[in-house]
């Protein structure tokens, strides 16, 4: 088990910037993959950028890509999300995920680990 624990969401007029972080605790989180993803209101929860704990690869939804930048630091337990030129659509609980594998992963089903969320508002 991993457990999960996000912060950094607020309220940002649209066009500034926010950092999310997650730090993870439990065993032999070595292996493991972590993503992020986010929910708006009305909306299904969807994938945003995810990242290997170990390699270090990354990959983004096409709707961020450009604008969001994943990063993690081993030696603190923690993935960032960097959200630069944020704009109203990205307005969204967005909650951090791991699942005990090395494979990328965008599905929901494919993660068994999430944090309480953090909530992220972005005014025009």
């Known amino acids: 088990q991993v457990q999960l624990v996000e912060s950094g969401g607020g309220s940002v007029q649209a066009g500034e910037s926010l950092r999310l972080s997650c730090v993870a605790s439990g065993r032999n989180i070595s292996g493991i993959a972590m993503a992020w993803f986010r929910q708006a209101p009305g909306k299904e929860r969807e994938f945003v950028s995810g990242?290997?704990?170990?390699?270090?690869?990354?990959y983004y939804s096409d709707s961020v890509k450009g604008r969001f930048t994943i990063s993690r630091d081993t030696a603190k337990n923690t993935v960032y999300l960097q959200m630069n030129n944020l704009k109203s659509e990205d307005t969204a609980v967005y909650y951090c995920?791991?699942?005990?594998?090395?494979?990328?992963?965008?599905?929901?089903?494919?993660?068994?680990?999430w944090g309480q969320g953090t909530r992220v508002t972005v005014s025009s």
């Open positions: 995920a791991a699942r005990r594998s090395v494979v990328p992963a965008t599905q929901i089903k494919d993660f068994d680990n």
């Open positions: 990242i290997g704990w170990s390699q270090g690869y990354t």
